[in-house]
Structures are given as C-alpha cells and as structure tokens.
C-alpha cells in the first residue's frame, strides 16, 4: 500500500505534458505508461516521460501496474476513455469539462458506479488559499443575504491556436468555444461558491477568430436560488487576456479573487484575520493561462494526483469526485441553449 500508484496518461497534447509533469512530482505516483492513436506522437513522449508507450488502450486498461489514468484527450473522447477504466475498477483523472453532453457524463458516472472505479474531476482552481477563503466565509455567512454572483475569464488566443488543431473550437469534439474550454474554470469555481443558478440567459457570438466554428466570446445572465443575480462572462476575443475573476456581494460584504489572489475583502462585521487577508503577498501559485495556455501552473495538477493516489490509498472518495464535475458542464449547456433559443433556460 506504501508504493507508488501506477498511473497512465491517454493523450499526448499540451495538456498531458502538465500531468507527467506533475505525476514525477508526486512520491505517491509513478508514471508507467501512455497511450495516443499516433505511434509516433505515444513513442515521444514516452522516451521523454520514461514510461511505456502502449500499443493499444486495451493493453493499458489490463495492466496490472496501472491503477489510475489521467485522461488528456479532446473533451468529446474523455467516455470513450474513461468508461473503459472504471468499468475495470480503476481510478480515472479527468480533465476538464468531464464531457460535452450530459449524456455522456452520465455514461461515465454510471460506468464508476458499475465497475467501482473512482472518478475525479479537474478543476484546480477550487484549490487556492484565496478560493477556500471565499468558500469559507459564503458558508459562515459573512456576506449576508448574496445580491451578486458573478465570474469572468475574459482572455485571449490566437488564430493560431485554434488552427492548430482539428478539434479545438468544435462543438463535436470540443463542445463548444470559449465557455464549454476555457470559462468552464469560471463556471466551476462559481458554482462551487454559491451553487448553481436556477436560471439562465445568454448570448454568444465568434467576433475575433476566422472559421473557428463554435463562439469565442460569450455574455449570460443568471438568477440564483436565493435570488441573487450575476453574470459569467467567458471569451478568447479580449486582447491581451486577463485574469480569471470571481466576484460576490451580498448587503453585509463584498470580496473578489483574481484567480487565486484576494483583491477585494471587505465586511460589514470585521474579523480578527480580515486584515491579514487583505494583506497578502499577491502570489497565485494556483492559475491558468489568460493569454498563453502554457501560463497555466502545474500546482493544482500536482494536488489532484496526489489526492487521488492518496484516496486509492485510504479507501476514500476524491476531493472532486465526478459527480461534481457534471455541475459546470450542465451549466454551460444551458448557457448556450439560452443563446441558441433566445429564451432563459433553467437548470
């Protein structure tokens, strides 16, 4: 039980380099093999990780010495992947957004529940210092009764980024644009604050990025439970890109976070830590790319494995489990039924 935990990564992309880099950083893991349909791309990567590039996904999913795979695939293949494991009892990493249809998220949740395997999410800006503040002082109550709930990850990408794929910026493959790839950090992290809206409305639009056939800038109102209203703002039309942004007011308080940093951190009735909050050194070790995906820091990556080599370990559920994953994907697809139908849409 005190040996490393196998993992695998399926897919070869930017995206995998983070998760082999953040496996080798991890005693709890060792890497030991990798998959992706191009020979040469799986024979790479695997003289640069050290590990074994297999044959096939069948050979990986029989291997005794893999107990978890993290999934870095184009977001429409992550069920043919991750079905596969958890039906045989494994543990199944899953990058973000878990899949483009509901549907199909279900499929993977139902194969974890069949096969008892154990499915995390990745969503790694729920892990900041500055996020389980904010998370922390919702649910103390200190902003009183929430009046708005709002996220914007308004960055930017190049045409070439989108042509250098196939798949990126499709709504077969990647299920959408700038909210279903990039905004869906937003939409997770909000939601993880204050919980899901009860309703929605939306517009979209591909303003700045020739042929790419889903949106890259989308604006959406919503109205929450309790009744407080917010907005999420997502795009990759806003040249140079800024950082990600959560805001919340309530009639006792206001705070706000730029991706993991406390900017704004102001109550009607002060604790003895407020200060020292609003002090802090600035630093994001937690954070994504705004204006190069390669921006992104490997910290919450590196969290994630380790917490789930750690619950295989201990017989426990992730700090993220699938589940929770589905919430995120069921709002954007919401979001862009309201744009498509003009109509608000609740969830």
Not at 76 to 94: I, R, S, W
């Amino acid at each position: 039980m005190n040996d490393p935990v196998g993992f695998a990564i399926v897919g070869t992309g930017m995206i995998a380099e983070v998760h082999a880099r953040a496996i080798a950083e991890t005693p709890e893991a060792r890497l030991v093999a990798v998959w992706t349909r191009a020979e040469e791309k799986r024979a790479a990567f695997a003289q640069e990780h050290g590990c074994r590039a297999a044959g096939s996904l069948e050979e990986v999913v029989a291997d005794p010495a893999v107990r978890a795979v993290c999934i870095a695939t184009p977001s429409g293949a992550h069920a043919e992947v991750a079905v596969p494991f958890l039906e045989a009892g494994k543990a199944v990493l899953c990058e973000k957004p878990m899949e483009i249809s509901l549907a199909a998220v279900d499929r993977i949740l139902d194969a974890e529940r069949r096969g008892a395997g154990v499915l995390a999410g990745v969503f790694q800006m729920r892990l900041g210092r500055g996020a389980g503040l904010l998370k922390a002082a919702v649910e103390a109550g200190r902003f009183g009764r929430l009046t708005m709930c709002s996220a914007y990850i308004k960055w930017w990408r190049a045409q070439s980024y989108y042509e250098s794929s196939a798949w990126k910026g499709t709504w077969a493959t990647d299920g959408g644009g700038a909210l279903m790839n990039q905004g869906i950090h937003a939409v997770d992290l909000l939601q993880w604050l204050v919980g899901l809206p009860a309703e929605v409305s939306g517009f979209f639009g591909t303003l700045a990025h020739a042929g790419v056939e889903a949106e890259d800038t989308v604006a959406a109102a919503l109205r929450f439970p309790c009744g407080a209203l917010g907005v999420i703002e997502a795009a990759t039309s806003c040249w140079p890109g800024t950082d990600l942004r959560i805001e919340l007011s309530g009639d006792r308080g206001s705070a706000t976070l730029v991706n993991d940093r406390i900017v704004r951190w102001e109550f009607a009735e002060p604790q003895p830590d407020d200060e020292t909050i609003r002090s802090g050194d600035g630093t994001a070790e937690i954070k994504v790319g705004s204006s190069d995906p390669r921006g992104m820091s490997r910290e919450g990556h590196r969290v994630l494995v380790r917490d789930l080599a750690c619950a295989l370990r201990e017989g426990r559920a992730p700090m993220i489990p699938g589940a929770e994953a589905r919430r995120a994907v069921a709002l954007v697809l919401a979001i862009y039924e309201a744009a498509r139908t003009g109509r608000s849409v609740r969830l």
